[in-house]
Nanobody
Framework: QVQLVESGGGLVQPGGSLRLSCAASGTGFSFNYMGWYRQAPGKQRELVAIIGDSGYTNYGDPVKGRFTISRDNAKNTVYLQMNSLKPEDTAVYYC??????WGQGTQVTVSS
């Protein structure tokens, strides 16, 4: 069984920054890919960013150039540094280990 524990969400003003963390645990599991998705009210869940254990990354178009995904393989932890936040970034952010595992979600609200 894989467990994902997220932290770092909150309320931030437009133009501000936040850093999300997700620690994964699970016996006998290789966390080849780890990523972040988000879901805003009334919208479908969408890819934010994903990273492979070799360093491969992929970002959703809305966050390119503003968000950076990274990971610490020794700690099975993935991070999402979010800069230049906009109100449209407001959503619940979910950590994901494909194909089956999701975190509980952490709320990010960008508002003045």
């Amino acid at each position: 069984q894989v467990q994902l524990v997220e932290s770092g969400g909150g309320l931030v003003q437009p133009g501000g920054s936040l850093r999300l963390s997700c620690a994964a645990s699970g016996t006998g599991f290789s966390f080849n890919y780890m990523g972040w998705y988000r879901q805003a009210p009334g919208k479908q869940r969408e890819l934010v960013a994903i990273i492979g254990d070799s360093g491969y990354t992929n970002y959703g178009d809305p966050v390119k150039g503003r968000f950076t995904i990274s990971r610490d393989n020794a700690k099975n932890t993935v991070y999402l540094q979010m800069n230049s936040l906009k109100p449209e970034d407001t959503a619940v952010y979910y950590c994901r280990v494909p194909p089956y595992y999701w975190g509980q979600g952490t709320q990010v609200t960008v508002s003045s």
